[in-house]
């Protein structure tokens, strides 16, 4: 069955602009993360959907924010972007509610000039 | 802070050779799992251990848990140059509403 899908892969942005990006989870799963990983901070929470209810947020300014769709697809956006924004957006899915495996998607590279 | 921290952060050895790397954690857990990562791409995820299990084998990987003393160790034998990756260790901790990762040990392995 189809993984995780990320889109986009690579993006460039400038400061003060927005970005959205999709995350498309496997099928049947209906929990979905959102990480940031940067190379001084590793992998750091955003936010866990469930159902289309925010079950868990991260500590990210308000500028960080998602959503998920009753298909489970999710959304994160993120506003007035800051130069430490760059980072690879990771999104997981999982099944249920329990912390057992997550299976992540690709990515996707934010850089902000 | 991170509730787990790999140890090393590096390491480098020669194909044929044994891997392992360690995890140490602050709470307690429900389950502690690795995860591999090529470099820029998703994480894949290798094994899960309960709190209630001492050791697990997945083809050549092997992880250990101590609860005692709060870590665990992945061990790669037989290393392969296609093992070369960061590996991962994250602690669905008890007190903690999501899974916590380390920063990671970066594997490298030269034929």
């Known amino acids: 069955k189809a993984g995780v899908t990320q889109t986009p892969r690579y993006l460039i942005k400038t400061r003060g602009q927005q970005v959205t990006l999709s995350c498309s989870p496997i099928?049947?799963?209906?929990?979905v993360s959102w990480y940031q990983q940067t190379p001084g901070q590793g992998l750091q929470f955003l936010f866990e959907?469930?159902?289309?209810?925010?079950?868990n947020k991260g500590n990210f300014p308000g500028r960080f924010s998602g959503r998920q769709f009753s298909n489970s697809r999710s959304e994160m956006n993120v506003s007035t972007l800051e130069l430490g924004d760059s980072a690879l957006y990771l999104c997981?899915?999982?099944?249920?509610?329990?912390?057992?495996?997550?299976?992540f998607g690709e990515g996707s590279r934010l850089t902000v000039l | 802070s991170q509730q787990g921290e790999e140890d090393p952060q590096a390491l480098s050895i020669q194909e044929g050779e044994n891997a392992t790397m360690n995890c140490s954690y602050k709470?307690?857990?429900?389950?502690l799992q690795w995860y591999r990562q090529n470099s820029g791409r998703g994480l894949v995820h290798l094994i899960l251990?309960?709190?209630?299990?001492r050791e697990k084998h997945s083809g050549r990987l092997r992880v250990t848990l101590d609860t005692s003393k709060k870590s665990s160790s992945l061990l790669i034998t037989a290393s392969r140059a296609a093992d070369t990756a960061s590996y991962f260790c994250?602690?669905?901790?008890?007190?903690?509403?999501?899974?916590?990762f380390g920063k990671g040990t970066m594997l490298l392995v030269s034929p």
């Open positions: 997981a899915s999982s099944w249920g509610q329990d912390h057992g495996e997550l299976f």
């Open positions: 099928s049947g799963h209906r929990s």
């Open positions: 959907y469930f159902s289309e209810t925010q079950r």
């Open positions: 709470t307690s857990i429900n389950n």
């Open positions: 251990i309960r709190s209630n299990e």
């Open positions: 994250a602690t669905d901790a008890k007190g903690y509403s999501t899974l916590t």
